[in-house]
């Protein structure tokens, strides 16, 4: 039976402290089963995402150089901690991956979303070979299972849909009835389709993968381990004067999660929410910390003002040639574009005559739009924009927003209040955070 699910992103196996501080935190639950979902080591995904770029501009000086870099960066964790004659299993084992790696940048030969998900998804692969083999020797009794196999998605590249039935099927066919203080590691972040294409669940998507699992084997939560205290109301890389929340509910969860905060993914939600299964946010930086929990609640946390920016926005704003009003017919064809190109659009504004948007920058997607509306309508855009977004905001914090920046757009309801402004004031925003 397994009760909990685990989830260790990149930050909580950046190096070889990282690594050894998590195989610390599983030692404390040695006498359970688990499953261990874990993301690419620090800032690979990001690594991987350039070199496929350089890829695609046929600069095989700066595609080498990048895998180079890429290839010492995990070479250099495994000679950390590993002795010699292990370090030099698991480093061909990882030669074995990055010779794959480049094989495919060198042909590439698929559309860009569909290579993009068959290259990145090598960071997951690099890390759990090397969890896998570290947790062995440490003498964890430990099950490696290809997360590709397990989680079976539609053909959505870059942020694919579970495909529920066979996903199910799959992760509830494993062999756990008689297993005792085992551990099952698995990838976030990947899948691929019934046919065996690879495909990714979005960024930050390894969140999303914990939650498929417990909810495919009844656990009874998910632990989600993070570089901060837990459930912070602001990012503390940008603002210094952050508050813990000890409880939310899984609605303002999902709330927050839509709007931009990247404690957790905005999928992740639903199956723990439909399932019943609790959500703890846990630091692995200090493990006695007592952790943040999201649950069925109506009221705990959901009054304090969490404050959300997503930067490097597009604000589009589209009219139509003929000053046709932006009825049910034009919005339909309109978010029909929008649907078919995959821009997520994180805010939407309609007027008489016009549809504004904003979305996260994509110089590909923003290009097929233009291409796709050029014909029959005016199309404007900025970018290099900033999305604030406070939940559960008061009148006070609304006017100093507007009195200090140079709002492009804003949208307000009951509860929420979003600007798209050119350029946030932190330095002001950290102290309105600190009493709002």
């Not at 690594?47 to 990048?66: M, N, P, Q, R």
């Not at 990145?120 to 070979?129: A, K, P, Q």
């Not at 199910?168 to 976030?188: C, H, P, S, V, Y």
């Not at 855009?381 to 006017?399: G, P, Q």
Request: hydrophobic letters at 40%; proline letters at 3%.
């Amino acid at each position: 039976m397994i009760n909990k699910v685990f989830k260790f992103g990149g930050a909580s196996v950046k190096d070889a402290r990282s690594v050894h501080n998590l195989s610390v935190i599983l030692n404390k639950y040695k006498n359970e089963n688990l499953v261990v979902v874990v993301s690419a080591m620090g800032k690979t995904t990001n690594a991987l995402e350039e070199i496929l770029k350089d890829a695609y501009a046929k600069d095989t000086v700066k595609l080498k150089s990048g895998l180079e870099r890429l290839k010492t960066f995990h070479n250099q964790i495994v000679k950390e901690i590993f002795n010699i004659p292990k370090a030099s299993s698991v480093l061909e084992q990882l030669n074995e991956l990055f010779a794959l790696l480049e094989q495919n940048l060198i042909k590439i030969q698929l559309p860009y979303v569909q290579n993009y998900d068959a290259t990145v998804r090598f960071g997951e692969l690099l890390s759990t070979t090397i969890l896998n083999a570290y947790l062995t020797e440490n003498e964890f009794n430990v099950e490696l299972l290809p997360a590709d196999k397990y989680i079976i998605t539609d053909k959505r590249f870059r942020s694919a849909g579970i495909v529920w039935p066979e996903t199910m099927a799959r992760i509830k066919a494993l062999d756990i009835t008689n297993t005792n203080n085992k551990i099952f590691l698995t990838q976030g972040f990947i899948g691929a389709t019934v046919d065996g294409i690879p495909t990714t669940l979005g960024r930050e998507g390894s969140d999303f993968t914990a939650a498929v699992f417990a909810a495919c084997l009844n656990a009874k939560e998910v632990w989600i381990w993070k570089d901060v205290p837990g459930l912070l109301n602001a990012d503390p890389k940008r603002f210094s004067n952050t508050s813990k929340i000890a409880k939310i509910s899984y609605s303002e969860a999902i709330e927050l999660a839509y709007y931009g905060a990247t404690i957790i993914h905005p999928k992740t939600i639903k199956p723990l929410r439909n399932s019943g299964i609790k959500l703890f946010v846990k630091s692995f930086v200090d493990p006695d910390l007592p952790a943040s929990l999201i649950e069925d609640l109506h009221q705990a946390g959901q009054n304090v003002p969490s404050f959300i920016v997503k930067e490097q926005q597009c604000l589009i704003s589209i009219s139509a040639r003929d000053y046709s009003f932006m009825d049910e017919q034009l919005l339909h064809k309109l978010l029909g574009v929008i649907n078919q190109l995959q821009i997520h659009v994180n805010l939407i504004q309609i007027s008489a005559l016009s549809l504004s948007f904003c979305f996260d920058e994509d110089q590909e997607k923003l290009s097929q739009l233009l291409n796709a509306l050029e014909k029959d309508f005016n199309v404007r855009y900025n970018e290099k924009l900033s999305l604030f977004t406070v939940r559960h905001y008061n009148s006070k914090i609304a006017d100093l927003l507007n009195q200090h920046h140079q709002v492009l757009l804003e949208q307000r309801s009951r509860t929420t209040l979003q600007l798209v402004v050119p350029k946030l004031h932190y330095q002001l925003i950290d102290s309105w955070i600190k009493k709002p």
